[in-house]
């Protein structure tokens, strides 16, 4: 578990299902496909439910980001596979709309970005569309600078990194 002043990360509950469903719900039109509820209703509560039962609790991952002051999750934000090797993996995150434009992204990633540092990560990536200016500012403000780009057929898709 990581602690902030007003955020707790830790693993994911069950009953938190409806969470994840929602933040699916959310994504931006222009998101890929995959990565939102598709025509069949997938991914279906009951599938994240056997998603959260399927992962061991650990400090890796994406993590809940739960507010303290209410106890409840608003979203995301951990360490997952770049494709750049075990020791650099990229910092991912994501909130409930009604959550946004309250610092909660910022402070969960520092918070992820300590752990990071103190676990012997030497460098972070992240991935992030140009179109999406909130998560590019919370990227800035944590100290993550573009890297790469590549046109896809969803936007331009911005590679960041970040040395520990």
């Known amino acids: 578990m990581l602690k902030t ?15 994840q469903r929602e933040m699916w719900s959310e994504r931006d039109p222009r998101v890929p496909p995959h990565r939102r509820i598709d025509a069949d209703g997938r991914p279906s509560l009951a599938e994240l439910e056997g998603g959260i039962r399927a992962h061991e609790p650990s400090s890796a991952g994406l993590l809940a980001v739960e507010r303290k002051a209410v106890g409840d999750a608003v979203g995301y934000c951990g360490l997952v596979d770049s494709g750049r090797g075990a020791h650099e993996p990229e910092l991912a995150f994501e909130l409930l709309r009604r959550s946004r434009g309250q610092g909660y992204a910022t402070e ?4 992820v970005l300590d752990w990071a540092r103190s676990s012997g990560y030497e460098r972070l ?4 569309w140009d179109w999406n200016t909130a998560s590019r ?22 590679t960041t990194t970040r040395l520990l």
Do not use: M, Y
Not at 125 to 128: G, I, K
Not at 137 to 152: C, Q, S, Y
């Open 5 to 19: 002043d007003r955020l707790l990360l830790r693993p994911w509950r069950v009953a938190e299902a409806a969470v």
């Open 108 to 111: 969960a990633s520092w918070a």
């Open 125 to 128: 990536w992240a991935s992030v």
């Open 137 to 158: 500012r919370v990227l800035e403000k944590v100290g993550f600078t573009e890297a790469d780009r590549e046109d896809t057929i969803h936007g331009t898709n911005l």
